[in-house]
């Protein structure tokens, strides 16, 4: 397998959910037929606690690996699944910055929150000129907004302003998230026609569709 079967997903703003966008994503690839990996590289270990739980996160594998060797690890399960998606801590660890660098593609989520964006701006472009070989390849991507609201569509501008990528797609703020949490899974398995289902799905689409063209342009 080849690196830009990587997803990365990296801020360090925390509460940023992170921990939502990485086990969302896998699920919805192993619904639709796809062999993902989730490699929990964060010490707060969200995403085997969550594994932990009665649903398992439909039985998407995860594997807890936060050392500077996480690279070795993503390589080693690429050889058997698709994607592999790369959970990071909040902060400025070494597993991070190896994870963004090996990553195909980072995918870094933004609170709707005007704080949560002049924070997560600082920290990224810090944490991004850190990393062997050069910014990585990177989308953001709108967590718990309410869409089309008065805040999202100023940050998104900002954003924009600021030289950071943004996805079309948004995660809105949905109660599903944390009531499908209790249970270990996600709103794709509780809710698999509903709205945040949906939105999960257009998110994957979009992403699915970054990383393909990267065959041939990286």
């Known amino acids: 397998m080849s690196r830009r079967a990587i997803v990365t997903v990296a801020t360090l703003k925390g509460g940023s ?4 966008l990485a086990s969302c994503l896998a699920v919805h690839w192993r619904l639709n037929g796809r062999d ?7 010490p707060q270990r969200t995403l085997a606690r969550l594994a932990e739980r009665p649903q398992a996160l439909g039985g998407v594998p995860v594997i807890e690996d936060s050392s500077a060797d996480v690279v070795t690890t993503a390589r080693r399960l690429g050889k058997a699944h698709s994607p592999v998606v790369i959970d990071t801590a909040g902060f400025r660890a070494p597993a991070t910055l190896a ?3 090996e990553a195909g593609l980072v995918v870094v989520p933004v609170k709707a929150s005007p704080l949560d964006v002049d924070v997560m701006i600082d920290t990224a472009r810090t944490l991004f000129s850190t990393v062997d070989g050069g910014v990585p390849r990177f989308r953001c991507v709108m967590m718990q907004t309410t869409r089309d609201s008065v805040i999202a569509r100023h940050i998104r501008s900002e954003l924009t302003e600021a030289g950071f990528p943004l996805l079309e797609s948004e995660l809105v703020n949905r109660i599903i998230y944390g009531e499908a949490a209790l249970f270990g899974a996600t709103p794709s398995m509780i809710e698999p026609r509903g709205a945040a289902a949906r939105e999960i799905a257009a998110l994957a689409d979009e992403i699915e569709a970054l990383l393909a063209p990267a065959k041939e342009t990286r």
């Open 17 to 20: 959910g992170k921990s939502t």
């Open 99 to 101: 994870a963004l660098a």
């Open 36 to 42: 993902p990996v989730l490699v929990d590289a964060d």
